[in-house]
């Protein structure tokens, strides 16, 4: 077998396990004129490093999505697991890059990989870009999706307190009171004492009373007096209002299929756009 950086015809061949190669190197930097010539002179796309890093994780994790289609188009596995399992979509995402994201599906990438771990959805939300987190839904992308550490993706946009992330996700129909460890996405939102996170998850259905494996409430995890405090003290005490109900069972009846959903009960689509949206 010819080294990763040879001239044999490997382009499209598992590597073996090495040290970086000049092609990692070039998809890392972004440089796609270097990579090209590579590329043309045989060097393999799919050499592996010791922790089975692949250029193409190399290229999409730093957002170079010119080196990613000129990877993709030499053959390189969109699908390819590094030593944490994760897939160059994963690595996209986690990026921020809305263009690697889009080339990476284009090319056939799972949105739903088989992961033992973060999907691609998680990693959007972990980075915080709504734009790679509305791209997911569109195309699919499981809103329950667990991961043994994080939990779902709601879990991760209210822990890392991405309010937009988040927004996105209980608008497509995530399930608010998902949990992990009987932790939900409001017991992440009062730990980060965030007060616009707290009102969110509320008013989509959030169970202000869950408990986690000890015992506590959200509001346990909340500062004294503070603002996301009294905000579930707020709902502690007092009923959902007849407009959150109103919000909240528009929204149920939408689901990730959106407004056409619901336009059969012929509610006026003003009426329909308030509800939802402010």
């Known amino acids: 077998m010819e080294s990763p950086g040879g001239s044999g015809s490997l382009r499209g061949d598992i590597g073996f396990w090495a040290d970086r190669t000049p092609v990692h190197e070039a998809a890392r ?22 922790d089975s890093i692949t250029p193409l994780h190399e290229a ?7 080196c990613v289609r000129l990877l993709l188009e030499a053959g390189a596995q969109v699908d390819a697991r590094n030593i944490d399992g994760s897939t160059p979509l994963c690595d996209a995402c986690a990026s921020g890059s809305l263009e690697c994201v889009r080339v990476l599906l284009a090319h056939g990438a799972k949105v739903n990989p088989p992961l033992y771990t973060a999907s691609p959805l ?14 997911l839904i569109e195309v699919g ?10 939990g779902t993706p709601l879990h991760v946009a209210c822990a890392r307190e991405h309010l937009r992330c988040a927004k996105l996700l209980l608008q497509a129909g995530a399930n608010v009171n998902a949990a992990k460890l009987h932790e939900t996405a409001l017991h992440h939102a009062a730990k980060a004492r965030n007060a616009a996170l707290v009102e969110l998850l509320v008013e989509f259905g959030g ?19 503070g603002p996301a405090a009294r905000c579930c003290e707020f709902y502690e005490r007092t009923p959902l209002s007849l407009l959150q109900l109103c919000r909240l069972s528009v929204r149920r009846a939408a689901g990730r299929r959106g407004l056409p959903a619901i336009a059969k009960l012929q509610i006026p689509p003003r009426l329909i756009r308030y509800l939802c949206y402010n």
């Open 29 to 50: 930097r972004g440089e796609a004129a270097r990579l090209r010539q590579l590329i043309e002179n045989g060097a393999c796309v799919n050499a592996v490093t010791y």
């Open 122 to 135: 998680h990693e959007a939300c972990m980075n915080g870009s709504p734009e790679c987190v509305q791209l």
């Open 207 to 225: 169970n202000i009373y869950a408990r986690d494996n000890r015992g506590k409430k959200p509001s346990d995890y909340t500062r004294s007096s």
């Open 60 to 66: 999409s994790l730093r957002g170079q999505a010119q």
């Open 141 to 150: 992308a499981n809103l329950e999706a667990h991961d043994c550490h994080f």
